[in-house]
Structure formats: structure tokens, C-alpha cells
């Protein structure tokens, strides 16, 4: 995991303009909710993966990755990290190529094989900081 090249290549121009948000929260509270709605400020179409929930931030809901009508260009995960090993199977069959696990979750096992699959990994860092992150080193250059 070379997370700095990984980060850019997920929220590079032109990139990542879709994201699957798994375990997104319709509680305005939870981080789960604001990240993906600064996400959704800053032009990224959310497709939430909360089978509770009927919709989130004038989105549908989907009970899981394989019920969603596009192929998002990253997952963002905002579960326990025993939840990730099922998440990284869900895009391993549907081919889903980039695993954003959200900051304070680390499953070391689960982004292994995945990365082992083909898929891109970033862990432990929050999509919303990183994106702010690199806007400001986009705009001080």
C-alpha cells in the first residue's frame, strides 16, 4: 500500500467520481453522514449501501454493492472492521476496483487479499480529509 500515490490516483481529476458509501448513516451526527455529504458538496455522486435505510442525502438506498445500478469508482467503507473481509468478497466478484476503509478502521488481513485481487487500497484515513488535503496542495502550487 503506497497510500499517498493510492489517494491521488482515487481522488485524482477525473477519477472517483462515484462512491459507494457502505454502512452510510441517516443520522446527520455520524461521520458516515457529513463525510459523504462534503463528498457529495464537492460534485461526487453517493450511492448509499445501508440496508437499513430507504435513502440518504436524496439517494436511494441499496441493500448491497451487487443492488447498485453502476459500478462505483470507490467504496467507502464506515463499518466495524469484521465487516471489511465481506465487503472486499462483495468487490472481488463484481470487479470493483477501489477500497476506501474510513479512518479508525484497520482490517490488515481483509486489505491484503484484496490488494492481492486487484484491488486498490487506502486504510485508516478519512476520504473527506484527503480530499481537502490535496485540494489545498492542488491550489498552493
Known amino acids: 500500500m503506497n497510500e499517498p500515490e493510492t489517494i491521488d ?8 467520481r ?11 451526527a455520524k461521520p458516515s453522514y457529513y463525510v459523504s455529504e462534503y463528498m457529495q458538496q464537492h460534485g461526487y455522486k453517493i450511492y ?3 440496508p437499513a435505510v430507504e435513502s440518504v442525502l436524496g439517494e436511494k438506498s441499496y441493500a448491497s454493492l451487487a443492488e ?8 467507502n467503507v464506515f463499518r ?10 462483495e468487490m472481488l466478484a463484481l470487479g470493483l476496483k477501489n477500497l476506501w476503509v474510513q ?3 484497520v482490517n490488515e488481513e481483509a486489505a491484503e487479499r484484496a490488494e ?3 484491488i486498490q487500497v487506502v486504510m485508516d484515513h478519512c476520504i473527506m480529509v484527503e480530499h481537502r ?9
Not at 490516483?9 to 472517483?16: E, R, V, Y
Not at 462515484?18 to 446527520?28: E, M
Not at 447498485?68 to 467504496?75: E, S, Y
Open 80 to 89: 466495524l472492521p469484521k465487516a471489511i473481509p465481506a465487503v472486499v468478497d
Open 18 to 28: 462515484t462512491i459507494a458509501v457502505v454502512g452510510l448513516s441517516d443520522n446527520p
Open 68 to 75: 447498485l445500478p453502476v459500478k462505483p469508482d470507490i467504496v
Open 9 to 16: 490516483a482515487m481522488l485524482g481529476d477525473g477519477h472517483g
Open 133 to 141: 488535503r490535496r485540494a489545498q496542495r492542488m491550489t498552493s502550487r
Open 103 to 105: 479512518l479508525g478502521i
Open 48 to 50: 448509499p449501501v445501508n
Open 116 to 118: 492481492k485481487g486487484g
